[in-house]
């Protein structure tokens, strides 16, 4: 079958293969001879959606990759669309670091109209991923749909299973729930971490540097952790509510914390889809080169208020826990065992050592950090500090408990 309102001139010529995981799942770079360049996407009957691939070749945003032409297979469906050119929003993360404020939420919002577009057609994207993202010449563009679907009238549960990216997919894309507009909400509520921060919502440390107040400010991370509830009844019912709720946390910002506003800077080596050059018909516009958006220095926090309550929490228990042991070291400086065989003075001077060098000590270490370093597992040099400091008092204790026995050994 084919839907195509454009007249192509075939046969197509192959340009780059972009990606391939088998014979009939693919990405290819081509040209119609007519210096036009398309890409050629091959989908495997076990992910193929006749359906949401006609929906988008009828409909034009400029949120959305332009499908030119739709054909049936016996092995699955075989696509034909622009070639944008540009970095997807993964690359231009890794080519200059973490977006600033404005920036993110202008990319989010032209992301979140694209979306609006496609929950307008009753298609739910299901993989809005920085990587299906391009930050081409007229805004940010959503280019692959790889795993939409048309949303069902009927509910349904376990529509989908071990689909989407990692660190973005809803908790109900693993068959949870009958996926929504509201899991793409989540989406785009994790996509706008991945921006603010340069980590991937898959990373441990990511949490950490959402909930830094000098990564993220705390009015734009409140409407992110909405949008990436665990009910999708707790997430704003749209894309472009949730852009709404972004704006207005960017415009909420005092002066201060709002930085200036800035043009993005798109690398102009970076291409759609991939990482590597590819041939264009025509020059490129010019775009300016990237620039590191700085970032501001870890410190300490100013107050007990500015603390995510899981830190105050972690750091009141590994007091606790550091006081504990080292209470329970200390009875031995009133119970000395009858049967030990070195002097009751080393015994003492072993309890009380063990006790303050591995329980209270590396317990209040541990406090300091959690309590004054923003960036405690965030920025590397902090943290490898953090574990230094404690497997040397570990050290410590044993050289000390070594020595004692060793002096004890040869005075006997």
């Not at 992910?47 to 049936?72: D, F």
């Not at 009958?178 to 971490?193: I, M, Q």
Request: charged share 15%; glycine share 6%.
């Amino acid at each position: 079958m084919n839907t195509s309102p454009m007249s192509l001139t075939p046969p197509l010529t192959p340009l780059k293969e972009l990606t391939r995981r088998s014979e009939h799942d693919a990405t290819l770079l081509v040209s119609d001879g007519r210096d036009r360049i398309f890409v050629h996407k091959l989908i495997p009957t076990q992910i193929a959606n006749l359906e949401v691939w006609q929906a988008l070749a009828r409909t034009e945003h400029p949120g959305l990759i332009k499908v030119w032409q739709v054909s049936q297979e016996s092995w699955g469906l075989s696509v034909l669309m622009d070639y944008v050119s540009g970095p997807t929003l993964e690359q231009l993360v890794e080519a200059q670091g973490a977006l600033d404020p404005a920036q993110t939420v202008s990319l989010v919002n032209q992301v979140a109209q694209g979306a609006a577009q496609l929950h307008s057609l009753g298609i739910i994207h299901r993989d809005l991923s920085p990587s299906n993202i391009i930050a081409g010449p007229a805004g940010a563009c959503i280019i692959d749909a790889g795993i939409a679907r048309l949303q069902s009238p009927t509910a349904k549960r376990h529509d989908t299973v071990l689909l989407g990216t990692q660190g973005f997919a809803a908790p109900e894309q693993y068959g949870f729930a009958e996926t929504s507009p509201r899991t793409d909400v989540y989406a785009l509520g994790k996509l706008t971490g991945y921006l603010l921060t340069g980590i991937s919502p898959a990373s441990p440390i990511y949490e950490e540097a959402l909930d830094d107040p000098a990564v993220v400010p705390a009015t734009l991370r409140r409407v992110i952790e909405r949008a990436c509830s665990l009910s999708p009844a707790d997430r704003p019912a749209t894309g472009e509510a949730f852009a709404h709720e972004l704006q207005q946390a960017l415009d909420s910002l005092s002066l201060a914390e709002k930085p200036a506003p800035s043009q993005l800077a798109i690398p102009t080596e970076s291409v759609a889809t991939t990482s590597q050059d590819v041939p264009t018909p025509q020059p490129a516009p010019t775009a300016s080169a990237p620039q590191a958006v700085p970032t501001q220095a870890a410190a300490p926090y100013s107050s007990r208020a500015d603390l995510p309550a899981w830190r105050q929490r972690l750091a009141t228990i590994a007091t606790v826990m550091g006081a504990v042991f080292c209470a329970i070291m200390a009875t031995g400086l009133f119970n000395t065992p009858a049967n030990i065989t070195i002097p009751a003075a080393v015994w003492k001077f072993q309890a009380v050592s063990i006790g303050l060098l591995i329980g209270l000590a590396p317990g209040l270490i541990t406090r300091w950090y959690l309590l004054k370093q923003r960036r405690f597992a965030t920025a590397k040099h902090p943290f490898l500090t953090w574990i230094g400091l404690l497997v040397a008092l570990f050290f410590i204790a044993v050289a000390l408990v070594g020595i004692s026995q060793a002096m004890f050994a040869t005075t006997r």
